[in-house]
């Protein structure tokens, strides 16, 4: 029990601050972000973009480099940035809004023929990070296993009474949800396509028949990989295989 509490003090912790930057990495970070403000992307990029390879887990630095590309009219590669910082902030009103504006400059769009219920689902899971329904998971778990101890060893009575139900229910429920979200962000990995008029094929193979072509900008859903090849399923339920080469995955670890 001992083990298991320090864990999940452990997990709460990671879910609630942020990586450390070093000194000199801040003083380049402040600096990237005096040239953005006077204009100077160019000189801006590639400090964020050297930032963003060593935290990962910082989502101001994908902010501010999805807000770059923008400047620099870079879309793709914005959204890409903004959808990194999303996976971390996945409430920063500040960031849905870029999001959604670069979004719209794209010339490619497909319409959601997704059932309702999913597209309720994946809304809602997209609220929270990982870690926080993780964490509530555990805290659920911690409190039923804390209640049926004080049951059994303090109070000697039955552990089903409605209290001990309600925290199973609990329990239930936010495993549930945290299950959903492991399969939704292992299972189907969200991947934004990066070049224009990228060829969507029937099979994993350059002398395979073109489906249909992509434009830049789009984000779809990887289900299957083979080589250097995905199987991408798009939300107006059309699938096919592109090239790695020409996607990028939101989680560089996905």
């Known amino acids: 029990m001992r083990k298991g509490l320090i864990f999940l003090v452990w997990m709460l912790l990671v879910a609630g601050t942020g990586w450390a930057i070093t000194a000199e990495d801040q003083t380049q970070f402040e600096q990237a972000n005096l040239y953005y403000r006077e204009g100077l992307y160019e000189k801006a990029l590639p400090i964020y973009q050297d930032l963003s390879h060593a935290y990962e887990k910082s989502a101001k630095i994908f902010y501010n480099l999805g807000n770059v590309y923008v400047r620099l009219g870079k879309n793709a590669q914005a959204i890409l940035a903004y959808e990194r910082a999303k996976i971390l902030t996945p409430r920063d009103q500040d960031l849905l809004y870029n999001l959604a504006y670069v979004k719209e400059l794209v010339t490619y769009h497909v319409e959601d023929k997704r059932n309702w219920y999913l597209r309720a689902t994946e809304y809602m899971l997209a609220l929270f990070t990982r870690q926080e329904i993780y964490s509530v998971s555990l805290v659920f778990y911690f409190l039923l296993m804390s209640y049926w101890v004080f049951c059994l060893m303090v109070a000697r009575r039955g552990v089903w009474n409605i209290l001990g139900k309600i925290f199973l229910m609990l329990f239930l429920l936010s495993f549930s949800v945290s299950g959903v979200k492991y399969a939704d962000s292992e299972w189907m990995k969200d991947a934004i396509v990066m070049k224009e008029d990228a060829p969507v094929r029937y099979g994993p193979s350059v002398k395979d028949q073109v489906a249909f072509q992509l434009g830049e900008g789009l984000k779809v859903q ?33």
């Open 222 to 254: 990887i289900i299957k990989e083979k080589q250097d090849w995905s199987r991408i399923l798009l939300a107006n339920q059309e699938t096919g295989w592109v090239q790695n080469a020409l996607i990028a995955k939101v989680e560089k670890n996905g």
